[in-house]
T-cell receptor, first 116, second 113 residues
Framework: KAGVTQTPRYLIKTRGQQVTLSCSPI?????VSWYQQTPGQGLQFLFE???????NKGNFPGRFSGRQFSNSRSEMNVSTLELGDSALYLC???????????????FGPGTRLTVL | AQSVAQPEDQVNVAEGNPLTVKCTYS??????LFWYVQYPNRGLQFLLK??????LVKGSYGFEAEFNKSQTSFHLKKPSALVSDSALYFC???????????FGKGTKLSVIP
C-alpha cells in the first residue's frame, strides 16, 4: 500500500499570503490529522477530520483551517501568513478516526513551509 | 490534562552498546503510548505501541519498550545500537477516548561509531 503523501514538499511564501497544503491518506483510511512542527514548540495538533467532518481542533487561530473530501483527501489552509507560521506541517492518517484511539497514526513526509 | 515528558534532550551512545530513551507520562485513565522516530527532513515513522497486556512491547528495527504503570514510564530500548539509529525519537500519548496525540519534546539520539 502506498503511504501518506503530502504535496507540495517545500513551499516559500511571503507574509500576508495564503497557502493550501494537501494530504492523501493511506488507501482505506478515513481519518486525517494535521500537526505543526517547529523547533521551539515541537509537534502541535492542529485538527482532525473524519468522514468530511472536523472532529477536534487544537489551539490555533482561525487563520488555520482545513477540510476533507469524500475520498478522504484533506487540505489545510493558512491565510494571512505570518513569519511564525514557518514550520514543517505533517499529516497523519488512521483507519477509524476518533473512535479508534488505539489505532496507529501513519505520517506523511511533511510540507516544509517557509514564510519570508 | 495529559502530558508526556522526555527528560533528555540528547542521548549519546557508542555503537554496539545498549540504548535507552526515557519517557514518562501523565493521564487520567488508561494510556495508549507510542514511539516514533524522525530522520532529518522526514515525517515520523512508527516504531511500536502499548495498548494493553504485556508490559514489554517489541517493535520495528529491534526496538522494544517497557511499560511501567507504577512509575508512569514507557522507556524505549535497544540491546545493540547502530549508527543508523541516530535520529530524533518521540514518545507519544493518547488518552482513552481522546482524539489527539500528545507528543514529547523529542530526544536526539546520537550513536557514535
Amino acid at each position: 500500500k502506498a503511504g501518506v503523501t503530502q504535496t507540495p514538499r517545500y513551499l516559500i511564501k511571503t507574509r500576508g499570503q495564503q497557502v493550501t497544503l494537501s494530504c492523501s491518506p493511506i488507501s482505506g483510511h478515513r481519518s486525517v490529522s494535521w500537526y505543526q512542527q517547529t523547533p521551539g514548540q515541537g509537534l502541535q495538533f492542529l485538527f482532525e477530520y473524519f468522514s468530511e467532518t472536523q472532529r477536534n481542533k487544537g489551539n490555533f487561530p482561525g487563520r488555520f483551517s482545513g477540510r476533507q473530501f469524500s475520498n478522504s483527501r484533506s487540505e489545510m489552509n493558512v491565510s494571512t501568513l505570518e513569519l511564525g507560521d514557518s514550520a514543517l506541517y505533517l499529516c497523519a492518517s488512521t483507519p477509524r478516526g476518533g473512535g479508534g484511539a488505539t489505532d496507529t497514526q501513519y505520517f506523511g513526509p511533511g510540507t516544509r513551509l517557509t514564510v519570508l | 490534562a495529559q502530558s508526556v515528558a522526555q527528560p533528555e534532550d540528547q542521548v549519546n551512545v557508542a555503537e554496539g552498546n545498549p540504548l535507552t530513551v526515557k519517557c514518562t507520562y501523565s493521564v487520567s485513565g488508561n494510556p495508549y503510548l507510542f514511539w516514533y522516530v524522525q530522520y532529518p527532513n522526514r515525517g515520523l515513522q512508527f516504531l511500536l505501541k502499548y495498548i494493553t497486556g504485556d508490559n514489554l512491547v517489541k517493535g520495528s528495527y529491534g526496538f522494544e519498550a517497557e511499560f511501567n504503570k507504577s512509575q508512569t514510564s514507557f522507556h524505549l530500548k535497544k540491546p545493540s545500537a547502530l549508527v543508523s539509529d541516530s535520529a530524533l525519537y518521540f514518545c507519544v500519548l493518547r488518552g482513552a477516548g481522546s482524539y489527539q496525540l500528545t507528543f514529547g519534546k523529542g530526544t536526539k539520539l546520537s550513536v557514535i561509531p
